[in-house]
């Protein structure tokens, strides 16, 4: 299995999450067996921690798992599990909260992303991702800027892999007309975004102002889906110091519908490039 320690720590979760009510046995009571309280049984089955193979091993043991191929599988996903992934090297300058976002945006096999305020971080340009960082921490020096910027650069690399993900993404037309960097640096940025959009695995949408109020009023969010079939949608929602990574199918269903709905709405991706094009025309100096 691929996608990186993120989506092997939910998988493995979820294997442990199955087989712990199969077997009838409570967080409580698991969380007894490792050491551990009862809500960090939770964060394991959800893939929000890591994993420390004696405590697998603990776990397998009572629910039942005592030897097998099935056994030996699972404690090997979980020492894959615990391998980092390769923005630890950033964590300096990553929130804990971004960390698991980045890890799922690696491993999706479709992302769909709806942005009101800025360009979504995989389409930005080194200049404009600059400005962003500057604005949003104002005491950060140069070499830390830096470092910010080049994350959100490797992120991109995501969309030229082999196995990249197909990304559609919906603008609001705001965010292409606030200028950040001033007009040069909005116009390197737009038409950026009119290269990539001829890519065959990415789709740009805006949303123009003309539509007026639209589906998703409440603010940007991310919807992604993973190859994996033991994986569900998740949808994430970035707050000002943390964010929100929804699961459960009713969540993932009221976002679907709007971004479905958001699609519809928004100019339709053969008019994107126009669209962009009159977009730039129009800053001004």
């Not at 709806?114 to 962003?132: D, I």
């Not at 940007?220 to 964010?243: G, K, M």
């Not at 679907?256 to 928004?266: G, K, Q, S």
Request: charged share 25%; aromatic share 8%.
């Amino acid at each position: 299995m691929t996608g990186g320690p993120t989506v092997l720590r939910i998988v493995l979760g979820a294997h442990l999450r199955r087989l712990r009510e199969s077997r009838g046995v409570t967080r409580e009571d698991a969380g007894w067996q490792i050491r551990a309280s009862e809500s960090k049984i939770s964060r394991m089955e959800l893939g929000r921690v890591g994993f420390k193979e004696r405590d697998v091993e603990d776990l397998l043991t009572l629910y039942g798992l005592e030897g097998g191929e099935e056994r030996d599988r699972l404690l090997a996903l979980a020492r894959s599990a615990n391998a980092p992934g390769w923005w630890h090297r950033y964590s300096d300058v990553l929130p804990s909260w971004f960390q698991p976002y980045i890890g799922l945006e690696a491993a999706a096999s479709l992302i769909r992303n709806y942005e009101v305020q800025f360009v979504p971080g995989l389409l930005q340009t080194p200049a404009y991702a600059r400005t962003l960082v500057r604005h949003g921490h104002t005491r950060a020096s140069d070499e830390e800027v830096e470092r910010r910027v080049d994350v959100r650069m490797a992120r991109k690399k995501v969309l030229t892999q082999p196995s990249a993900p197909q990304l559609w993404v919906v603008i609001d037309e705001a965010a292409l007309r606030r200028p950040m960097g001033g007009p040069a640096v909005m116009r390197e940025q737009i038409e950026f975004l009119v290269e990539s959009a001829a890519q065959p695995n990415i789709t740009i949408q805006v949303v123009p102002f003309r539509v007026g109020g639209h589906a998703a009023v409440g603010g940007a969010f991310s919807i992604l889906r993973f190859a994996e079939p033991e994986l569900p949608d998740v949808v994430y929602v970035e707050q000002l110091t943390s964010a929100l990574y929804l699961d459960k199918r009713d969540d993932i269903d009221q976002y679907a519908v709007a971004m479905e709905t958001l699609c519809i709405e928004a100019a339709q991706p053969e008019q994107t490039e126009a669209l962009l094009r009159r977009i730039a025309s129009e800053l001004n100096e």
